[in-house]
Each structure stands twice: as structure tokens, then as C-alpha cells.
């Protein structure tokens, strides 16, 4: 991982938005080991755009439900568009780490959750 993406236990404080399988939100955030945590930073500075480029109905500081299938348009978008040349290596690790999470933990058809900050 690196200093934006964590799994439980490995960060402190509550600056972070959870990707969680599926779309069922019922119990507390920041809680399941089987999430992924990145810090609301990362989603601010790097993520956000990507995200709304193709979910239309992204917020960050709202939950939302994100499709395998729209992640994989994301991972296609083109960095060099929404970001400067010093900031590419650290929006391609960002989006690796979250990418790794996604195949190990998503099935095609289903997505996951952004809960937002």
C-alpha cells in the first residue's frame, strides 16, 4: 500500500473514505476488515475527477455505489488529462493499490461502495 491507501488497522483517525463490496451499508464505517481505506486527501487531489468523469452521480461526501464496469472506465481514463506530469506516479500507484483491491474482492457483475467522508 501506500501513505493515501490502507486496510483496517493500519491507519489511525477517521479522514477517509471506505470502498466497501457491494452496496449494502449497514453497519458502523471504518470498521470491516474486508474494505479498503483512502484518505479524503487522495480522493480530493487525485481521485475525485476520475470519478466523476464517470459516475455521473459521484459526491465524495456522500455514499456511493460504483459498478466493476464503470472502476474499469476509470482505469482506462487518461491521466495526462486531469493531471499534472509530477503528479502522475502518485495517481498511478493510488489507482494500482485500489485496482489490486478491486480484482481480489469485486465479481464482474456487482461493484462496490464509496462511503464518503
Known sequence: MNKYVFSLG???GSNFLELRK???ITDHK???PDSLYVMD????FFLEALFCEVVENFDMFDDTYILKSQWKNIMKLNLTEFFDP??????RK???????W???HIDDASG???IGV
Open 102 to 104: 478491486v480484482e481480489t
Open 41 to 44: 486527501d487522495a480522493f480530493y
Open 94 to 100: 493510488i489507482l494500482s493499490d485500489i485496482n489490486d
Open 22 to 24: 457491494d452496496c449494502e
Open 10 to 12: 493500519e491507519f489511525s
Open 86 to 91: 509530477n503528479e502522475l506516479s502518485i495517481v
Open 112 to 114: 462496490f461502495s464509496v
Open 30 to 32: 471504518l470498521t470491516r
